[in-house]
């Protein structure tokens, strides 16, 4: 523990989308792994208040955290290398940082004074860098800068940078700045102006990186690392490779091997120790070196663009480590299912999941794949609208009540037995109002998601406005569709199962936000399991045919 908290701060240049989140990520959990408090940020130089309005596809996925918090997608690989929850506090954006202070300007705070970008803007975003570190409860806190230096919109951030530097003083801040060496195929060469350009660029808003971190496809030579350090104005030993990894769980191991957290904590008058990250490569090993292998078809509307499922993803990996299988994702985009090629999309698979996601395109065929997999018992989780999917299909094909539908998709449909939550009626606006964060959730006696689960109670992330009809419920149980989980507070349905299925779960909640590397999620892992289980079944029922 120190004393003082220290900062450090994550800038990209040149291009962005190089890896800012994955490097403080992994600079974290090599500092948390010699017994230092770390914690994370993300400052988003975008004027939405939060990422909960954004299309999947301009932001990737929006991850929610305990608190509430609609938030970047970083925060969740800052929450898997950790395995410690965000917050609200972790992730601000320039429209929260404005609407914070034109709040203050109305009520009077500035004393008449003209509201300008420095100091005010730059005081606000300075505030909140400092809140975390604030509480006591962190020794380090990294604050990674969405955007890449030299844009107008993260110019106010970068001016916040160079005032807190000077008010934290020597040794107690630092900046690393993430930049690309790109490899020129036709000339077989590294080509460093790009980082010296950048380095250039973030001096000119007085900024002085103290350790550069450069994305390649190739080993640096000595040479060029020199060259960088003196063209950059850093020590040669601050000059850090970060190359191309196999898996992001690999990129720990690489900083450690390129001295990464010694240098960091050299700067910051703090004293290094051999990390303990044996765990680690436990799950490394195990991710690795998979003893079988099953496919799973992974049903969305997004499926487009992989960020838009990151944390179902990596939750996925998480799992497949556990039971030492290869976890490989088919993506199937549910707008393009229909019973007549349903069969020939998912009958191979080991497993389905139908994913989240909002709005009418594409429902239809989400509800024809969980027609399939229920009739043929291939194992089925379903996760918030994947969820609502399976009570759909169940009410129209088992209860054959035709029309069943949600009041999302069809507003005046006669049998809603997806309907809108009452306090959520009135609203009108679409940002924050959603049911958000942690709930508590109490599980039936002798259910499978007991079993799983190995608990009486959990509490779980949600992320959605409409919700299980509980005047439908009866019905639903009468004809083989369990309620077993159940929000002790206000009666809602949280979680579905079918006993008679081999392994057969739908969930209102998002349990992926909950998977880490240290705790994998048990549904993803018992989901896995299952599916292990199935292809084994088939396989050997076809080898007993033949």
């Known amino acids: 523990m120190t004393t003082t908290t220290k900062y450090i701060f994550v800038t990209g240049g040149v291009t962005s989308s190089l890896g800012k989140g994955i490097i403080a990520a992994s600079l974290a959990k090599l500092l948390q792994a010699q017994g230092y408090r770390v914690t994370i940020q993300k400052l988003d130089p975008y004027i939405n208040v939060d990422p909960g309005t954004l299309n999947p596809y301009e932001h990737g996925e929006c991850y929610v955290t305990d608190d509430g918090a ?11 290398f950790l395995n410690v929850p965000t917050s609200q506090a972790n992730n601000v954006t320039t429209g929260r940082i404005y609407q914070s202070v034109i709040e203050k300007e109305r009520r009077g705070e500035f004393l008449g004074k003209t509201v300008q970008v420095i100091p005010h803007i730059t005081d606000e975003i300075k505030a909140r860098v400092q809140s975390l570190g604030n509480s006591g409860d962190y020794d380090i806190i990294i604050t990674e800068i969405g955007g890449t230096v030299g844009d107008i919109e993260s110019l106010p951030y970068i001016e916040a940078v160079r005032q807190l530097r000077w008010d934290l003083g020597e040794n107690n801040g630092i900046v690393i700045h993430l930049t690309l060496v790109p490899f020129l195929s036709a000339a ?3 080509k460093t102006k790009p980082t010296q350009h950048s380095v250039k660029t973030l001096m000119e808003s007085g900024v002085q990186a103290d350790i550069l971190v450069c994305r390649t496809e190739h080993d640096l030579p000595h040479d060029l690392r020199r060259k960088l350090a003196l063209f950059c104005n850093v ?8 190359i191309d990894a196999s898996t992001i769980y690999d990129v720990p191991n690489l900083m450690l091997d390129q001295g990464l957290d010694k240098v960091v904590l050299k700067k910051l008058n703090l004293k290094s120790t051999e990390p303990n990250i044996e765990r680690w490569n436990q799950f490394l090993k195990r991710h690795k070196n998979p003893t079988s292998e099953v496919t799973i078809g992974l049903v969305g509307k997004y499926v487009e663009l992989q960020d838009s499922y990151k944390s179902i993803l990596e939750a996925f990996i998480h799992a497949g480590a556990e039971n030492e299988v290869k976890v490989n994702i088919e993506s199937i985009h549910s707008e393009y299912l229909s019973s007549d090629n349903i069969k020939l999309k998912l009958s191979h698979l080991d497993g389905v999941l139908v994913a989240p996601g909002f709005g009418e395109r594409g429902i239809e065929g989400k509800i024809d794949a969980v027609k399939f997999v229920r009739e043929n018992k291939i194992p089925f989780l379903g996760i918030c609208l994947g969820m609502q999917m399976a009570v759909i299909e169940f009410a129209r094909n088992v209860l054959k009540i035709k029309d069943a539908n949600s009041t999302e998709m069809a507003p005046d449909c006669d049998n809603p037995v997806i309907n809108l939550m009452e306090d959520q009626k009135n609203i009108t606006e679409m940002g924050g109002t959603m049911r958000l964060g942690a709930w508590d959730c ?3 006696m002798g259910s499978m998601a007991r079993d799983i689960y190995k608990a009486e109670s959990i509490k779980e992330r949600h992320r959605h406005r ?8 009866t019905q639903m149980e009468e004809a083989g569709l369990v309620a077993s989980g159940l929000n002790p507070d206000t009666g809602l349905v949280e979680i579905v199962e079918l006993p008679e299925h081999p392994w057969f779960i739908g969930v209102q909640y998002h349990p992926e936000y909950k998977s880490t590397v240290a705790n994998p999620h048990p549904l993803f892992v018992a989901f896995i399991k299952a599916a292990c289980n199935y292809k084994k079944k088939h396989k050997n029922a076809t080898l007993a045919q033949k």
């Open 70 to 80: 609609e938030t970047d997608l970083d925060l969740g690989h800052y929450e898997r």
């Open 235 to 242: 020590k040669e030993e601050a000059v850090i490779q970060s």
């Open 188 to 190: 077989g060469e590294l």
């Open 442 to 444: 109490d599980l039936k």
């Open 466 to 473: 409409y919700e299980f009809n509980s005047a439908y419920r």
